[in-house]
């Protein structure tokens, strides 16, 4: 199928375009975006995909599904557009890069400028309906993100996975940590944030990880 999306992921996933649950999915997506309101905008299903190709990932952040309030959404989790207030996830996150390396608070919520740098800011599930979380999972997302992660880990050294909240941390089942370093916490989200995301320290983790192999560091 015509799967627009970069073209160093679309041959690291060649060989999921064409099985019965991406045909299932495509569908699925299609419908969905033709009958309600769907987030993100269709052209940005794939942009965490394509603002941070394959070979260039230094570290991977996983989210779950997309915000699903009006023009929150642009396809990199937890990122939202310049001028969109940020989610009070992204608020903490900010925080605790804040108290962790000494970087300001960023005029925007825009994450684009992690990605441009190798961030890798992939949700677990691509799409969702207006004011319905988790409305689209279960239906094939979770196979081709799964696999997106099972092609760095199995294909890429010294990646550092940075996992928040349960759902996160469960998907580290399927990373070598052999090959790369995996950073686990509770979620930045204000019902938990202050149980151990504040103070986890995983944005200089990461960077000193990245420096030990020779990988220019994060401008968080």
């Known amino acids: 199928m015509n799967v627009r999306i970069e073209e160093s992921w679309h041959n690291a996933l060649a060989d999921q375009w064409e099985l019965p649950y991406f045909k299932s999915l495509t569908d699925f997506v299609r419908a969905q975006y033709a009958a309600t309101t769907v987030y993100p905008p269709a052209s940005k299903i794939f942009a965490a995909f ?86 689209h999972a279960s239906h094939g997302w979770e196979t081709l993100t799964d696999a997106a992660i099972m092609a760095l880990s199995a294909r890429r050294e010294h990646i550092v996975f940075l996992l928040w909240g349960n759902y996160a941390i469960n998907k580290g089942r399927l990373i070598d940590r052999n090959r790369h370093l995996v950073l686990s916490s509770v979620h930045p989200s204000p019902l938990s944030a202050h149980r151990g995301f504040f103070g986890n320290k995983h944005f200089s983790q990461a960077n000193a990880y990245l420096q030990a192999h020779n990988l220019a560091p994060i401008q968080w």
């Open 50 to 135: 394509d603002a941070c190709p394959f070979d260039k990932v230094k570290v991977v952040i996983l989210g779950q599904d997309p915000y699903h309030g009006p023009g929150q959404a642009n396809g990199l989790c937890f990122s939202v557009n310049p001028g969109v207030p940020f989610p009070p996830s992204l608020v903490n996150i900010f925080k605790e890069v804040s108290s962790d390396t000494g970087a300001s608070c960023p005029p925007d919520g825009d994450l684009s400028r992690w990605a441009r740098q190798g961030v890798f800011l992939l949700n677990s599930v691509l799409t969702v309906e207006q004011g319905h979380a988790a409305s």
